[in-house]
């Protein structure tokens, strides 16, 4: 069973950067043969999306909530996702996912969580005030 692995959390004040990291479990399971993503889970919210990358990595989508501040890259070389994340709020503050669909063309609802297969156990992001 394959699992990505997110590491990178940790505790920040507001306006400090940080950046997340996904990676697979297993070598065979190679990041860029899929579109990938970030979702994040705040206490008592529902989990939201953050942002993707397309499978080509040609194409980038972001939530509004977070757009010019955050961004998914992908290197292909180290089999890793990650997300690169810019003056942080208190708002930012949630477990962060990372995920990776099955793509065999057409068109993804990126922003869904029902078009992801494999997720993270995920990793805490705490901004202080």
């Known amino acids: 069973q394959v699992q990505l692995v997110e590491s990178g959390g940790g505790l920040v004040q507001a306006g400090a950067s940080l950046r997340l990291s996904c990676a697979a479990s297993?070598?065979?399971?190679?990041?860029?043969?899929?579109?990938m993503a970030w979702f994040r889970q705040a206490p008592g919210k529902e989990r939201e999306f953050v942002a993707a990358l397309s499978w080509s990595g040609g194409n980038t989508y972001y939530a509004h909530s977070v757009k010019g501040r955050f961004t998914i890259s992908r290197d292909n070389a180290k089999n890793t996702v990650y997300l690169h994340m810019n003056s942080l709020k208190s708002e930012d503050t949630a477990i962060y996912y990372c995920?990776?669909?099955?793509?065999?063309?057409?068109?993804?609802?990126?922003?869904?969580?029902?078009?992801?297969?494999?997720w993270g156990q995920g990793t805490q992001v705490t901004v202080s005030s």
């Open positions: 995920a990776a669909a099955p793509w065999r063309g057409g068109t993804l609802t990126y922003s869904s969580t029902q078009t992801y297969r494999y």
């Open positions: 297993t070598r065979t399971f190679t990041l860029s043969n899929y579109p």
